[in-house]
């Protein structure tokens, strides 16, 4: 700032812009793919997406033979289901780590990453949705003097 603002008056009369939100651009890889990195709890999904027929593939294997529980699946499906793209694109999954509610959880944020990097516009839609968050929540870490996080040794009185 090159004049010193000494009153609120002067704030008046200063032509100090306000900065402007920042614009988002589509970020696509040399094959025309979108990748993002989705996390929940201890598992990390590495997400593709591209335009296709609607095929989803984890770690090699089709979608419903990895997610076998129908709430995984549809897990997976909201964040398409919101933005009114079911069916047209194409998505690669790696994912390691946790278990398959973690995994499906990390794959959702994943996805919404990706598909606000290929389509822009769709990032307010999953950001109200709540997609976009990283769930922080983690499992706590046993201390020492208990039998687990929390759960102490019973107690005798004699």
Do not use: C
């Amino acid at each position: 700032m090159a004049a010193s603002l000494q009153s609120l008056s002067d704030l008046k009369g200063s032509s100090a812009a306000p900065a402007e939100a920042p614009r988002h651009v589509q970020k696509l890889d040399k094959q025309g793919r979108a990748y993002a990195t989705g996390k929940r709890k201890d598992a990390v999904a590495r997400v593709w997406i591209k335009p296709g027929k609607g095929t989803i593939t984890v770690n090699g294997r089709a979608l419903e033979v990895y997610f076998a529980r129908p709430v995984l699946r549809m897990i997976l499906q909201q964040p398409f289901g919101i933005a009114s793209r079911v069916g047209q694109y194409d998505v690669t999954v790696d994912v390691a780590g946790g278990g398959l509610s973690g995994q499906a959880g990390a794959v959702r944020h994943g996805l919404s990453k990706a598909l606000t990097y290929y389509e822009p516009e769709l990032r307010g839609v999953l950001k109200k949705a709540g997609f976009l968050t990283r769930d922080s929540r983690v499992v706590e870490r046993k201390k020492y003097g208990r039998k687990k996080a929390r759960r102490s040794f019973q107690f005798s009185k004699r």
